[in-house]
């Protein structure tokens, strides 16, 4: 079983930079895409970006692209994701997310396996 471990969750200002760690723990040869969604109040969950395990071919959502960067290191088994330029309507819930198939990967219901999230709030 895929365990996943998210980190790094915090309160910032607008116009700062975080960065999310996810430590990927278990069967991880069965991994075929890592992706970060993530869940504001009273919202449905949305996808942010997707990272192929193998090839480290990346995708983001057009509402962080050239923000944020997701990249991964396959000898430590993790999976980050840097936040740059940070704005209050980033503030959300931050998921990791694997999948073992090859269907749409921004799509939350393809992911097989989740973290428990971590909470990132941007004040204005």
């Known amino acids: 079983q895929v365990q996943l471990v998210e980190s790094g969750g915090g309160l910032v200002q607008a116009g700062d930079s975080l960065q999310l760690s996810c430590a990927v723990s278990?069967?991880?040869?069965?991994?075929?895409?890592m992706g970060w969604f993530r869940q504001a109040a009273g919202k449905e969950r949305e996808f942010v970006a997707r990272?192929?395990?193998?090839?480290?071919?990346?995708l983001h959502a057009d509402s962080v692209k050239g923000r944020f960067i997701i990249s991964r290191d396959n000898a430590k088994n993790t999976v980050s994701l840097q936040m740059n330029s940070l704005k209050p309507e980033d503030t959300a819930v931050y998921y990791c997310?694997?999948?073992?198939?090859?269907?749409?990967?921004?799509?939350?219901?393809?992911?097989?396996?989740w973290g428990q999230g971590t909470q990132v709030t941007v004040s204005s």
């Open positions: 997310a694997a999948k073992r198939n090859y269907a749409t990967s921004s799509l939350p219901e393809n992911y097989d396996y």
């Open positions: 278990g069967p991880t040869g069965s991994i075929n895409d």
């Open positions: 990272i192929r395990w193998s090839t480290g071919t990346t």
